[in-house]
């Protein structure tokens, strides 16, 4: 079965949007749905158009268990961890800013730091992934893993619990001299069985184009798990990250230990 991207989020949101979610997966259960755009191809999606991989197989730029894989990468999704979604580590969107993204207001900087290519500069290594639901069309998740001193991962999320709190009213932030804006940043009750969560929703925006994002992070250990969704079949509609793909990483995360 062929599957396409829906996307009507456009390059323009790259510089706010992370880096890894920007069109990220972007695959459809529904063979029929014609490509609104065309897709970028950052880390961890499938090109809009080409052949995706049915459900349970291994797509093009699939994660895969490697021999001598770290205890980082094993914790980390693979294709075939779960069935109804496509699970990919292709590399980073061409078109996406590089680095960490500079927040105008000093409090929000957490916040900004999650949305770049790492969760925190504090953090030693971070495995990604890209996440494509090939049950709700247009659903994206962008997943990490990282690994810190355990000191490290406890005060991240004690400084993204104070950011949320501060930055209600939203913030600017910088990548690579180009800016977006993060709007109503809204606390969201989420429940994992990880050590700590925080979570919230936001709503960023660029030269004229929105989307709502959630983002949940949880703390396992000296392990910090970040998940970040959006619904690239239409950008104004609000996603939640599937209780199902945090289980299973927080499985993931549990079990490489």
Known sequence: MRLKARVTVGAATAALLPALLLGA??????????AAGKTPDPKGSAPAGSAAASPGSAPSGSAAPKAGASKLERSAL???DLPGYQ???????????????????????????????????A?????????????????AVSASVSSYAESDAKALIARLRSAVGA????????????????REVRAAEYKTAGDETVSWTTTAAAQGVSAQVHVVVVRQGATVVRLMALNVAGAQQKALVPQEVVDKQLEKVRGAN
Request: proline share 9%; with cysteine.
């Open 25 to 34: 997966v972007g695959c459809s259960s529904n063979k029929d749905a014609p």
């Open 78 to 80: 693979e294709q075939g």
């Open 87 to 121: 699970v990919s580590a292709q590399g980073k969107n061409p078109n996406a800013p590089d680095g960490q993204p500079q927040a105008d207001r000093k409090a929000c900087q957490p916040l900004a730091d999650i949305m770049g290519d790492q969760p925190d500069p």
């Open 123 to 139: 953090s030693r290594d971070t495995v990604n992934r890209g996440i494509g639901s090939q049950k709700q069309v247009g659903l």
């Open 167 to 182: 930055c209600g009213t939203g913030f600017t932030a910088t990548v690579d001299k180009q800016s977006g804006s993060y």
